[in-house]
């Protein structure tokens, strides 16, 4: 049996975990996660171990990140089995602040990102969420000191945001996206599937079938705009109610008008009966 990694609470125990993980000069890498862990999150730790000496996880659902109307209070919280799953993927650390420990009383800053955080995506619809993600992820930047920090593609609009932010505020931390893992039906894992009926978890597919199509059509040279409109035709005929199908500049997340202006990426956010997903491929 693989022994369990060290679980650290307040900042105090963290500071002394990392003096020890860090004897030797070990590189650490720090795959920032809300819990409720799937194979999604067990690539980004295999990535991890991959890249650097140790492997800390840090698991905390971010009430800054979550509008008064969203899921924080129904967000799972599956502790037993996450532990579970980074003891088997053999992680060092596990960094398992509570909400006071990392907003105490007081707390009044925040990082506000412009560029790929005012893209029009997903911060037109959840305007709140950028703001709740660049704090958090900045204060676990500065609480742990990782050397790498590695973030899944599926929110490719947060990976943007969080790689941006680490350049231009020198954080000293390099941000790695690692790809998305599907299910066998095409369905990108995320921790809110668990929320779908099992009526929308079989139409969930169509949003990749969608996208995949979209991205094989402007390969073999169709224009942007029809091959755009029938992706958002055929999510729309699954059932869902679209938020955004578009194709973006895959770094600077600009909009982008012609297949000669990429390297592009489709991205997608759409709701099936009260669960939102978002996805996307490149092209
Ligand atoms: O992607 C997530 O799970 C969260 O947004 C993150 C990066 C852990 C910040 O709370």
Redesign the pocket.
């Known amino acids: 049996m693989s022994r369990p990694p060290v679980i650290v609470r307040t900042l105090p125990a963290l500071r002394r975990a990392l003096d020890i993980l860090r004897t030797r000069n070990a590189s650490l890498a720090l795959v920032?996660?809300?819990g409720a862990l799937h194979d999604g999150h067990v690539s980004l730790v295999r990535q991890a171990k991959r890249r650097a000496g140790k492997v800390a996880v840090s698991i905390?659902v971010?009430p800054a990140?979550f509008a008064p109307n969203e899921d924080f209070a129904a967000y799972p919280r599956t502790w037993k089995a996450d532990l579970a799953r980074l003891t088997e993927e053999k992680v060092d650390l596990i960094w398992n602040p509570d909400a006071k420990t990392m907003y105490p009383a007081g707390f009044a800053s925040k990082i506000l990102t412009e560029g790929p955080a005012l893209a029009g995506l997903e911060d037109r619809f959840r305007p709140h969420f950028f703001g709740g993600?660049t704090t958090?992820?900045g204060k676990l930047f500065a609480q742990v000191r990782p050397d790498l920090a590695l973030?899944g593609e599926k929110?490719f609009q947060?990976l943007r945001v969080v790689a941006r932010m680490a350049r231009d505020l020198d954080l000293g931390v390099k941000v790695m996206g690692v790809q998305i893992v599907r299910e066998r039906d095409g369905l990108a894992m995320s921790s809110r599937n668990r929320y779908l009926s099992p009526e929308h978890r079989a139409s969930a597919p169509a949003l990749y079938r969608a996208l995949k199509e979209a991205a094989k059509r402007i390969r073999a040279g169709d224009k942007l705009a029809p091959a755009l409109a029938e992706g958002a035709a055929s999510i729309t005929a699954a059932g869902f109610k679209l938020d955004y199908l578009e194709a973006r500049h895959a770094e600077t997340l600009a909009p982008i008008a012609a297949r000669k202006d990429g390297p592009i990426r489709l991205l997608v956010a759409a709701t099936i009966g009260t669960t939102r997903l978002i996805d996307n491929v490149a092209v």
Do not use: K
Request: aromatic share 16%; charged share 10%.
């Open positions: 920032p996660t809300m905390f971010n990140q993600v958090v992820v973030f929110d947060q």
